[in-house]
């Protein structure tokens, strides 16, 4: 099942940042842009990490974190404050408040998606590995088996697999693909897609296999969760 992670900003442009990159890293985020709001999600839902602007509408943050550590339920909850707030005093604040990091606007994303994987790879609660049927994926070895079977890839293609395995079932574009494997700054032709999946069939698939990779005609391509 993939991370959730629950983003509670109000500035709309920030929020469509996180959601893009929190995604694009395999995360599934929910993002919420009031403070009270995200309290009743936090007694509704579980969350594998919460993200906290500082000054919110509503109950802020800070205090958000303050409930969250008072309850049984998510005091062990791992919880970044995201703040404009860089002053030493306020930092001491949050972290004795019981925020496990403290990151200041503006803020590099790379970094802060750093800080998540490190903060669960912490609480245990980032995968090394992904397993959809008999297909296995080492994030950090870089291997990936069928059965019992070692499958060779190639840079390019293992990003595609990791890519739509850590979502099964879900839809991805060819443009969407682009950007999450290839990277928003680099100029590739959608078609390149369409290569690279023919080669990741090729080498993930023999004779009497089930194909997992799904075609969505118009669309784009899915890891199928119900292959096998």
């Avoid at 903060?119 to 870089?142: A, F, K, P, Y």
């Avoid at 928003?184 to 023999?206: F, P």
Wanted: proline letters at 4%; charged letters at 30%; aromatic letters at 6%.
């Amino acid at each position: 099942m993939a991370t959730r992670i629950l983003v509670v900003e109000d500035e709309d442009a920030l929020c469509t940042l996180l959601e893009y990159n929190l995604e694009a890293s395999g995360f599934t985020p929910t993002i919420v842009r009031d403070g009270d709001e995200a309290l009743l999600r936090l007694r509704e839902d579980e969350y594998d990490l919460a993200i906290l602007d500082w000054m919110l509408p509503g109950t802020s943050g800070i205090e958000i974190c303050r409930q969250l550590r008072a309850r049984a339920e998510t005091r062990a909850l791992p919880v970044i404050m995201l703040t404009a707030r860089g002053e030493e005093t306020d930092r001491i604040r949050g972290l004795d408040i019981g925020a496990d990091d403290y990151v200041t606007k503006p803020f590099s994303v790379s970094e802060l998606m750093a800080r998540i994987r490190a903060i669960l790879r912490r609480h245990g609660g980032e995968q090394d590995g992904l397993r959809v049927g008999d297909i296995s994926l080492d994030q950090n070895t870089h291997r990936v088996h069928r059965a019992k079977r070692e499958i060779h890839l190639g840079p390019t293609e293992f990003r595609l697999l990791q890519t739509l395995m850590r979502r099964p079932g879900r839809v991805y574009s060819r443009e969407q693909l682009l950007d999450m494997v290839w990277g928003r700054d680099v100029y590739v032709e959608a078609r390149t897609v369409d290569v690279h999946i023919g080669r990741l069939r090729k080498a993930l698939n023999r004779p009497g296999e089930t194909d997992p990779l799904r075609t969505v005609r118009a669309t784009g391509y899915s890891f199928d969760e119900t292959y096998q």
